[in-house]
């Protein structure tokens, strides 16, 4: 799968790996766009290996200074939620056609781009566009929101709101959600930090999708990162689905923490493959994580295909593999689990082999106090 962007009047390709035939094709970017310009200090925190990584500012000032920035906006549909226009179970507010979306809005109904948004002057902690509530719904009709310069966050949702059919390129962070929400049918490359971060404070239970998506060449963090925070796992529930994403060629494909929560982590028909970490990442301080596997391949990583950090303080993980999980050619272990209960169910199966590191780490399945139960694993060579 290959697609094609214009950067200053000139033509550049973005190759893509195309998944193997049994793993369904996340959606081709339609549009070809012009790129430009963002802005904003990043600042980075996630757990590996229990450690924190601050990313630092990216050197921007010369590149701002060195060409004239102007944002442009684009032309929507519009149909203003209750809080931009009268009041829930009332009559719906009118659509609202040609309508201009101005970088750095608010919104809480239905928004349709009708061409690319442009917004470089987008800030440290703000958003190019923003999105409030369950009834607000972000279409960007396979147009680009695009930031240049790799500071402020590209698609804000907050609160249950969702983001479909959009590509979203050159932000710190390609998509910032908090408290919930989904995302479908999207793009998300070339960011500073994170493709996608989600943030649940679970103060009692939030929900987040991810579907049909490709993200790639987020060079500073993962393509998905997710943590989810609450009082307790007995008090604050959180959960994610993925579902048909690629996340390829980031730092970590897709990483998963828990603290003081219970978390639930659902992955099917999912690849993270050509990552320079680890393939996929779970961690938990003081929560109850349970994950579930199906259909998954993750090879070709820097690190392991599936890693589950050993350092579970104060809490559990349980990983079920109920179908089957492909973890191939990884520079070190293709499963790195330290103290975690792993179920196979009967129609699963966990193929981990060729995977390449040596000495201490040469083991396809790494482990000194993981339990297995159910079909056990394989070394399925010829996949």
Same mark, same amino acid.
């Given at each position: 799968?290959?697609?094609?962007?214009?950067?200053?009047?000139?033509?550049?390709?973005?190759?893509?790996?195309?998944?193997?035939?049994?793993?369904?094709?996340?959606?081709? /970017?339609?549009?070809?766009?012009?790129?430009?310009?963002?802005?904003?200090?990043?600042?980075?925190?996630?757990?590996?290996?229990?450690?924190?990584?601050?990313?630092?500012?990216?050197?921007?000032?010369?590149?701002?200074?060195? /060409?004239?920035?102007?944002?442009? =906006?684009?032309?929507?549909?519009?149909?203003?939620?209750?809080? =931009?226009?009268?009041?829930?179970?009332?009559?719906?507010?009118?659509?609202?056609?040609?309508?201009?979306?101005? &970088?750095?809005?608010?919104?809480?109904?239905?928004?349709?781009?009708?061409?690319?948004?442009?917004?470089?002057?987008?800030?440290?902690?703000?958003?190019?566009?923003?999105? #409030?509530?369950?009834?607000?719904?972000?279409?960007?009709?396979?147009?680009?929101?695009?930031?240049?310069?790799?500071?402020?966050?590209?698609?804000?949702?907050?609160?249950?709101?969702?983001?479909?059919?959009?590509?979203?390129?050159?932000?710190?962070?390609?998509?910032?959600?908090?408290?919930?929400?989904?995302? =479908?049918?999207?793009?998300?490359? $070339?960011?500073?930090?994170?493709?996608?971060?989600?943030? =649940?404070?679970? +103060? +009692?239970?939030?929900?987040?999708?991810?579907?049909?998506?490709?993200?790639?060449?987020?060079?500073?963090?993962?393509?998905?990162? $997710?943590?989810?925070?609450?009082?307790?796992?007995?008090?604050?529930?959180? +959960?994610? %689905?993925?579902?048909?994403?690629?996340?390829?060629?980031?730092?970590?494909?897709?990483?998963?923490?828990?603290?003081?929560?219970?978390? %639930?982590?659902?992955?099917?028909?999912?690849?993270?493959?050509?990552?320079?970490?680890?393939?996929?990442?779970?961690?938990?301080?003081?929560?109850?994580?349970?994950? #579930?596997?199906?259909?998954?391949?993750? /090879?070709?990583?820097?690190? !392991?295909?599936?890693?589950?950090?050993?350092?579970?303080?104060?809490?559990?993980?349980?990983?079920?593999?109920?179908?089957?999980?492909?973890?191939?050619?990884?520079?070190?272990?293709?499963?790195?689990?330290?103290?975690?209960?792993?179920?196979?169910?009967?129609?699963?199966?966990?193929?981990?082999?060729?995977?390449?590191?040596?000495?201490?780490? !040469?083991?396809?399945?790494?482990?000194?106090?993981?339990?297995?139960?159910?079909?056990?694993?394989? &070394?399925?060579?010829?996949?």
């Amino acid at each position: 799968m290959s697609s094609q962007a214009k950067v200053d009047g000139s033509t550049a390709q973005l190759d893509m790996e195309d998944p193997p035939p049994s793993l369904p094709t996340p959606p081709k /970017r339609q549009k070809a766009s012009s790129f430009s310009n963002v802005s904003r200090t990043a600042v980075v925190l996630f757990l590996s290996l229990g450690i924190v990584i601050g990313g630092g500012i990216v050197g921007i000032a010369g590149h701002i200074s060195s /060409r004239d920035i102007q944002q442009q =906006n684009a032309v929507a549909i519009i149909r203003e939620g209750p809080d =931009n226009q009268g009041k829930a179970g009332k009559t719906p507010p009118p659509v609202v056609c040609g309508s201009t979306v101005q &970088c750095g809005q608010t919104f809480t109904g239905e928004v349709k781009l009708t061409e690319d948004l442009y917004c470089p002057q987008t800030t440290s902690g703000n958003c190019a566009i923003t999105l #409030e509530g369950e009834d607000a719904v972000l279409d960007c009709n396979q147009y680009m929101i695009d930031g240049d310069i790799r500071v402020g966050n590209g698609i804000c949702l907050r609160n249950g709101a969702s983001a479909i059919n959009c590509n979203v390129q050159k932000f710190k962070d390609g998509i910032y959600v908090e408290n919930g929400g989904e995302v =479908n049918d999207c793009e998300v490359m $070339f960011n500073d930090v994170f493709g996608i971060q989600v943030q =649940n404070e679970a +103060s +009692s239970t939030t929900k987040m999708k991810i579907s049909n998506t490709y993200i790639h060449d987020n060079a500073g963090g993962s393509g998905i990162f $997710f943590l989810g925070s609450g009082e307790s796992p007995e008090s604050s529930e959180t +959960s994610i %689905e993925v579902n048909n994403v690629k996340s390829n060629h980031n730092v970590i494909g897709m990483s998963f923490a828990g603290v003081n929560v219970k978390l %639930e982590v659902q992955v099917k028909d999912s690849e993270t493959s050509n990552n320079s970490g680890s393939g996929i990442q779970i961690d938990s301080i003081s929560a109850a994580v349970d994950v #579930e596997l199906d259909g998954i391949i993750s /090879r070709y990583n820097g690190r !392991d295909g599936l890693y589950v950090s050993p350092l579970i303080v104060g809490g559990e993980v349980k990983v079920k593999v109920k179908g089957d999980v492909n973890l191939y050619k990884n520079e070190n272990s293709g499963f790195f689990v330290g103290d975690v209960d792993v179920v196979v169910e009967r129609r699963g199966a966990l193929n981990s082999c060729g995977n390449l590191a040596s000495g201490s780490l !040469d083991e396809d399945i790494r482990s000194d106090l993981a339990t297995f139960s159910g079909n056990g694993y394989t &070394c399925d060579s010829t996949s």
